[in-house]
């Protein structure tokens, strides 16, 4: 069994990767997202498939709805990354529509996620994202450039783990006395 520190501490578990850009779900653009958050997440030992690649807007909650309702309880993952649409151009809508499948917004991981994007990049705090909880399965909203996404895997990355452990009720406090 993996513990919460190592890190393929995913190892039999599942996740999914929900990318919302219009114009790569059109065939007019590469996702150069999608394919970063798989490989992170095979990486830690999560078993993910491909990116969804979905248009902006109601697509997402589609399959947000596929993906955290239409499955048994063991089929669903355990990790849900979005990228793209996070933004606040009119069709930047993936927020919204996240939100309501959380139970326990977690605000404090999204103002790491900003405070790491803006030692880059200072407009990383015009991305509207949100994380959270439902039931087992952590989200978590990334804005859709590469950088963003590199950014939010080095934050996001050093808190998989110990998130994982206490999602499932593990009492994993570490060395801290």
């Known amino acids: 069994m993996h513990t919460s520190t190592d890190p393929r501490f995913g190892a039999g ?3 999914a990767v929900v990318v919302a850009s219009t114009s790569a779900a059109a065939g007019q653009a590469e ?7 798989v490989d992170w997440l095979t990486g830690r030992g999560y078993d993910c498939p491909a990116p969804l690649v979905v248009a902006d807007g109601e697509p997402v909650a589609e399959a ?16 849900l990354v979005t990228t793209g649409g996070t933004g ?20 404090g991981i999204m103002h790491a996620l900003w405070s790491a994007g803006t030692e880059n990049v200072p407009t ?16 978590v909203t990334l804005p859709g450039s590469p950088g963003a996404v590199r950014d939010g895997i080095a934050v996001l990355d050093g ?16 060395d801290r006395p």
């Open 13 to 15: 578990r599942s996740a």
């Open 31 to 37: 996702d150069r997202t999608g394919p970063l958050l």
């Open 64 to 79: 947000l709805r596929t993906l955290l309702e239409d499955r048994p309880p063991a089929d669903l993952p355990r990790v």
């Open 88 to 107: 606040i151009n009119p069709s930047d809508r993936t927020p919204e529509l996240v939100e309501p499948f959380l139970d326990r917004p977690m605000p």
């Open 124 to 139: 990383a705090v015009l991305s509207r994202g949100v994380a959270g909880v439902r039931g087992r399965t952590f989200i």
């Open 159 to 174: 808190l998989l783990s110990h998130l994982q452990a206490q999602l499932e009720g593990l009492r994993d406090h570490g």
